[in-house]
């Protein structure tokens, strides 16, 4: 089963693992949230070298239909955010 982890343990674990407050690793992680936030709203990659690439992909309007009608409809378009984990993230994650 896989374990999950909340922002409160990983910032308790950020302050364990360096020699700073939990107080200012909950500040740097929420200044890290908001630029990555904001990088993606303007529209920006965002390449995390040991982890990999943020970035915003686009599905595109498209013809559908309603399942419990069967009436024709437009899906509009649709903005998401998508991850791509690096090779190194991914091995690492494999080695157990």
């Known amino acids: 089963m896989a374990k ?3 922002r409160t343990q990983l910032i308790r674990q ?3 693992r360096s020699e700073l407050t939990q107080a200012d690793c909950k500040r740097i ?4 949230e908001a630029k990555i936030t ?3 709203y303007e529209g920006e990659t965002l390449y995390l070298p040991p982890l ?3 970035e915003i992909r686009y599905h595109l309007p498209r013809s559908g239909q309603n399942p419990q009608t069967g009436a024709a409809m437009e899906i509009p378009l649709k903005t998401v955010v ?3 984990p690096s090779s190194a993230l ?3 994650v494999n080695q157990s």
């Open 38 to 40: 904001q990088a993606l």
């Open 29 to 32: 992680l929420a200044v890290l």
């Open 4 to 6: 999950t982890m909340n």
């Open 52 to 54: 990999g690439v943020f």
């Open 90 to 92: 991914k091995q690492a």
């Open 14 to 16: 950020m302050a364990q």
């Open 82 to 84: 998508a991850f791509k």
